[in-house]
């Protein structure tokens, strides 16, 4: 089979995209390169376009030629036995919707499932079947109980419902941030939570070929300025994450114990990563990413380099995965 790398997307996360599929680029260079406009195109691009791109989390990525419709791309991937390596994150490109569309097709593609794709996206259902399989999630505040519990709790957090890389996050420290919150509540459905202090941390989960799933070691995070958004994960140099992470062997077997019971709670394939505070009253779960960040600077090639596992051997596995099981799914 033809190896493809899909990226960009048409959602706020594209930017990282393009960060990923340099990385995925690096470690598949024998790859094609597909580009998932804005527009809903896809695009061919050449090795040097996207490696010359020199600011990917700021700048955005321009093909710079005629691109198909999505439909007409995947139809052509289907067409010519491609397996899509998916360099994508967040919105229709993690929401299993672009995962129903390869099914339909019989296309092989890298991470979770349609169904547990859009499960997981929603921070809301994935907090309701984490805690079935006794993961510990805080309890979530109603827009309408905003100042009671911003009067009970003295702090809150806030953040879009179906979106990641902490785009639109908003820490309600003063009453002003109740007016941000409400205001960003207006054009998408936001998670409301009490803020709970804590080290933050994740956790990444592998599917193996011969049918076993680990848990990578634990990745420590020490924002700059104690709020890990977006800047802090990829514009600012002084954000440490340490992995594995200075956490007592206690705390490190939960975090991997907790992260595993979300992926198969969640029914996440391939790989998956999932965010925790370690608070003084134990383990708080956030939610589960199953298309992290794969960029030279994210967390879960952190966890590989950690376990032993080289980047195109990982890569190479879950290329194998996906066709198993879209052999399996034919």
């Given at each position: 089979?033809?190896?493809?790398?899909?990226?960009?997307?048409?959602?706020?996360?594209?930017?990282?995209?393009?960060?990923?599929?340099?990385?995925?680029?690096?470690?598949?260079?024998?790859?094609?390169?597909?580009?998932?406009?804005?527009?809903?195109?896809?695009?061919e691009v050449a090795s040097q376009k996207l490696l010359g791109h020199a600011r990917p989390f700021e700048d955005e990525f321009k093909p710079g030629n005629r691109g198909l419709p999505l439909e007409a791309a995947l139809d052509k991937a289907k067409s010519e036995d491609r397996v899509l390596v998916l360099g994508l994150h967040?919105?229709?490109?993690?929401?299993?919707?672009?995962?129903?569309?390869?099914?339909?097709?019989?296309?092989?593609?890298?991470?979770?499932?349609?169904?547990s794709s859009n499960l997981a996206l929603d921070k809301v259902a994935a907090k309701r079947f984490a805690a079935i399989a006794g993961v510990a999630a805080p309890a979530g505040v109603a827009l309408e109980n905003l100042d009671a519990a911003f009067a009970e709790y003295g702090k809150l957090i806030a953040k879009p419902a179906r979106d990641g890389s902490s785009y639109g996050l908003i820490f309600v420290n003063a009453k002003q941030d109740l007016v941000a919150v409400r205001n960003?509540?207006?054009?998408?459905?936001?998670?409301?939570?009490?803020?709970?202090?804590?080290v933050e941390a994740t956790c990444g989960v592998l599917e193996r070929p011969d049918g076993s799933v680990l848990s990578l070691p634990p990745v420590e995070i020490v924002p700059a300025d104690g709020a890990f958004d977006y800047a802090a994960k990829y514009l600012l140099k002084s954000t440490q994450e340490i992995c594995p992470g200075r956490f007592s062997p206690e705390i490190s077997a939960a975090l991997m114990d907790q992260a595993l019971r979300a992926h198969r709670a969640l029914s996440c394939s391939g790989y998956s990563r999932t965010d925790f505070i370690v608070s003084a009253k134990g383990l708080v779960y956030l939610e589960t990413n199953t298309l992290p960040g794969l960029t030279a600077a994210s967390l879960y090639p952190k966890a590989l380099k950690a376990?032993?596992?080289?980047?195109?051997?990982?890569?190479?596995?879950?290329i194998a995965l996906a066709e198993r099981r879209n052999r399996e799914r034919v």
């Open positions: 089979m033809r190896i493809t790398i899909l990226f960009g997307g048409t959602n706020t996360e594209r930017l990282v995209s393009v960060a990923s599929a340099q990385a995925l680029h690096r470690a598949l260079p024998e790859a094609d390169l597909w580009f998932w406009d804005v527009a809903d195109t896809v695009h967040g919105g229709r490109a993690e929401n299993g919707e672009l995962q129903a569309m390869c099914e339909l097709r019989g296309i092989p593609f890298t991470g979770s499932g349609s169904a960003a509540a207006k054009t998408e459905e936001y998670l409301i939570e009490p803020f709970i202090s804590g376990q032993g596992i080289e980047f195109p051997d990982f890569l190479r596995e879950q």
